[in-house]
Structure formats: C-alpha cells, structure tokens
C-alpha cells in the first residue's frame, strides 16, 4: 500500500542546532516532494519543493534533499530559533494525477 | 494578494445535524481542494475540483458530504448527518494550475460534532 511516512515523535533541540526531519515514502513515484510548516489553528504554509532530478534545494536556513532511490526526503533547518516550533508536514504529488498527498507531519520544539 | 477565504472558523453540532463550510480561493486559481486533519494526522484529502469539475473524491464519504464549486470559483463541503468521528479542521486549499505548483491554504474549520 501506499504511505507517506515521518517522524511521529516530536523533535526536541536546542536553539542554534540543526534541526533533522525525515520523510519517507512507499508505492509512490513522484515527480516532486514539498515540504510545509504549519502553526496551531492555522493552515499549511509552503515552503520548499524540490524535483525528482534535483538532489537538493536550499532557501535561507532551509535545505532538502530528494533521494529518489532510498525514497527518501529530508529537512534540515540550521541555526534554529523558537520561532521554528511548528509541525513540519511533506507532501507529494501522487502519479498520474493532481493530487498531493500528505504525511502526518512531525512537530519541532526549539528550546531558547 | 488576497489568500484563500474560509467560513465558519468555528462550528460546534450535534451528531445527525447537518453542516456546510464555505471556501473563496484565490483568484485565477483553478485547483480546488477539501482536505480533512484530524488532530495530530495530516491533512486527507476529500475531493479536488479543477475549475468546476470534479478531479478526485475517491477519498469522500459520499453517504454524508458533498462539495460543489459553482461556477469554478467558490466551493462549499456539506456534511449531513453529521457523526462523532467528523470532528477535524476542514482545510481548503488552491492552486493555479494542477502540477508542479503550491498549494495555498485557508486557515480552516474546525468542527466538533457532540
């Protein structure tokens, strides 16, 4: 079956770390992955996609990498700051069709 | 530019009542989705229109909700009769074209059914 798979527990770091989120997924082909931040009570932001032939992509304290063989994606935010708490969510779009797919997300705590 | 508009915030019911949400995307956007999160999951998508025709709703329990987009701009997601398990945040969500594009969200229902 199809799934779409991240850190279900939460991700405790200190403040100026690297912070690692893993997304992983199975029976997928996607031609790209996105990646997006969502706060309490509010909707997903986007904030990085990145194509199946790119290895990776960086915006500001952002970066992603796509592996499409380990089917795998990661996100990484360095220098991290309390203001980075946020559940962090990837999606992908699902072959052959528009629609995009999303994990459950894993939720990043950022300790001052 | 304006985001993607939603309402109610909040909507509280009884199970077996009926309810509707309301969502105004982007202008010129295309793409319309529904998705349902319940708390601590991600968002499931429930049906995607492009334009005023309906992409998916493999995923819409067509028993109790329904969603039209009348003349390809605003949508509306019924549930009736409402049951315990419909309590979420009724996310929706644009985009201009169907691919390779972001989704923008609206900030969400939430419903609690009693």
């Known amino acids: 079956s199809q799934k779409i798979e991240q850190n279900s527990e939460a991700l405790n770091i200190q403040e100026g770390k690297t912070a690692t989120l893993t997304c992983n997924y199975t029976?997928?082909?996607?031609?790209?992955l996105q990646w997006y931040r969502q706060d309490p009570g509010r909707g997903p932001v986007f904030l990085l996609l990145?194509?199946?032939?790119?290895k990776e992509k960086r915006k500001e304290r952002l970066k992603v990498t796509f592996d499409t063989t380990l089917k795998q994606s990661l996100f990484h935010i360095t220098a991290s700051q309390p203001a980075d708490s946020a559940t962090y969510l990837c999606a992908l779009e699902d072959t052959g069709g528009f629609k995009t797919i999303f994990g459950a997300g894993t939720r990043l705590f950022v300790k001052a | 530019e304006a985001g993607v508009a939603q309402s109610p915030r909040y909507k509280i019911i009884e199970k077996r009542q009926s309810v509707a949400f309301w969502c105004n995307p982007i202008s010129g956007h295309a793409t319309l989705y529904w998705y349902q999160q319940i708390l601590g999951q991600g968002p499931k998508l429930l049906i995607q229109f492009q334009n005023n025709g309906v992409v998916d709703d493999s995923q819409l329990p067509k028993d109790r909700f329904s969603a039209e987009r009348l003349k390809g701009v605003d949508s509306t997601l019924k549930i009736q009769p409402a049951k315990l398990e419909d309590s979420a945040v009724y996310l929706c969500a644009s985009r201009k074209t169907g691919i390779n594009e972001k989704l923008f969200f609206g900030s969400g229902t939430q419903l609690s059914v009693l």
């Open positions: 990145i194509r199946e032939n790119e």
């Open positions: 029976n997928y082909s996607p031609a790209y």
